[in-house]
């Protein structure tokens, strides 16, 4: 994550939306499709950053206000007020989610399950409007289609059947019922306590009603498989470590659609191959 202090654009944003608050401290971070100006203790300012993410902007927002409804047992951000847009911007003030960013592999499986239980106890059905599709980030309902025809063939031909087999085996999964699942379960969207504990959840906007296993795969990222190994049951485990080994290919197909130039590609693209290469054999 990259922190730098706010341009006169994000000032006049910030100020518009907050009035008086002062940016002493403040940071800007280029998060996703958004530039999200940092108060700390204050508040966050999301400002999207291409049309797809001004247009799902107040569906996303509305989101997280019925989120702090469902009684998780963490924080998670709530909107200071309505989606502003003007000719020039279009953003939205949430609240200040506290904590600190976990180290990798840090985390106690009896809280990453607590995480995990928490999701799936929400009852699906206030939010079942403003949840996002699965693979929202990543061809949505083409996920399949993208993959096959325009991620695989740009891998080293050692890695294609790999690949291949990879999207076969998810498709081959047993369907299981919906839950609340995050999207993106890792890093610096948890916020943890200094004891150990999650304290608050943030980015909800890849969140959607799908197989749990994708958190258990987002969290296995960051706090590793032995680690899940003890979180979640050998079913989901199971299912998780055959979701993970899409991810990396859903990183190609991401760059395809952000229209990434040739260098960036490129470069993404080694870090799939090496990605797959640590991840052992599909």
């Not at 081959?172 to 609340?180: E, F």
């Not at 979180?231 to 990434?260: C, H, M, N, P, S």
């Amino acid at each position: 994550m990259i922190l730098r202090a706010p341009a006169d654009r994000e000032g006049a944003v910030v100020e518009t939306l907050l009035p008086g608050v002062s940016l002493d401290g403040a940071a800007v971070v280029h998060s996703g499709s958004h530039d999200v100006v940092l108060l700390p203790g204050v508040a966050a300012v999301r400002i999207a950053r291409s049309a797809p993410a001004v247009e799902y902007l107040p569906r996303r927002t509305a989101l997280l206000g019925e989120l702090a409804k469902t009684g998780l047992p963490f924080d998670t951000p709530v909107p200071l007020g309505p989606v502003v847009s003007t000719p020039d911007w279009t953003a939205v003030a949430v609240s200040w989610v506290p904590g600190r960013h976990a180290p990798p592999g840090t985390g106690d499986p009896a809280t990453l399950r607590d995480v995990l239980d928490a999701l799936a106890a929400v009852d699906l059905e206030p939010l079942v409007e403003l949840l996002d599709v699965p693979h929202a980030y990543a061809g949505r309902e083409r996920w399949e289609e993208l993959i096959l025809a325009e991620a695989v063939p740009r891998l080293p031909p050692r890695l294609r059947a790999s690949a291949v087999r990879r999207v076969e085996a998810v498709l081959a999964l047993d369907p299981v019922p919906p839950r609340l699942v995050h999207g993106d379960l890792c890093g610096e969207n948890m916020h943890w306590s200094p004891d150990g504990h999650v304290i608050g959840v943030i980015d909800w906007d890849l969140a959607h009603a799908f197989d749990p296993a994708i958190d258990v795969a987002c969290l296995a990222h960051s706090h590793g498989w032995p680690t899940l190994a003890k979180t979640v049951d050998d079913a989901t485990y199971a299912r998780a470590r055959t979701w993970y080994g899409t991810f990396a290919l859903e990183q190609i197909v991401k760059y395809l659609l952000d229209d990434a130039d040739p260098v960036a590609m490129t470069e993404c693209t080694g870090r799939v191959v090496r990605w797959m290469d640590s991840d052992g054999p599909g």
